[in-house]
Nanobody
């Protein structure tokens, strides 16, 4: 099994920045994909960004140009740098670790709250 621990959430004004971190521990298979999802109240959980262990990235259209995902494979840690934050970015952000094709090796963090005030 793997465990994921997120950190870095908080309250920020619109236009500000936050950096989320997610450290994975336990049994880490490679190659893998790590990503960030978010869920706002009353909405479905959505993919924000993902990155493969080879460094290929994917972003939701709503965050392109504002958010940057990166990872340190030696530390099994993924980061999400969020700039130019908007009130609509307010959500609980979840870290995910999985392999392709998606199967039993699929783990989620506990979530971290990001609140952007207007």
């Amino acid at each position: 099994q793997a465990q994921l621990v997120e950190s870095g959430g908080g309250l920020v004004q619109a236009g500000g920045s936050l950096r989320l971190s997610c450290a994975a521990s336990g049994i880490i298979f490679s190659p893998n994909v790590m990503g960030w999802y978010r869920q706002a109240p009353g909405k479905q959980r959505e993919l924000v960004a993902s990155i493969t262990s080879g460094g290929n990235t994917n972003y939701a259209d709503s965050v392109k140009g504002r958010f940057t995902i990166s990872r340190d494979n030696a530390k099994n840690t993924v980061y999400l740098q969020m700039n130019s934050l908007k009130p609509e970015d307010t959500a609980v952000y979840y870290c995910r670790l999985w392999r392709v094709p998606i199967g039993a090796y699929d783990y989620w963090g506990q979530g971290t709250q990001v609140t952007v005030s207007s």
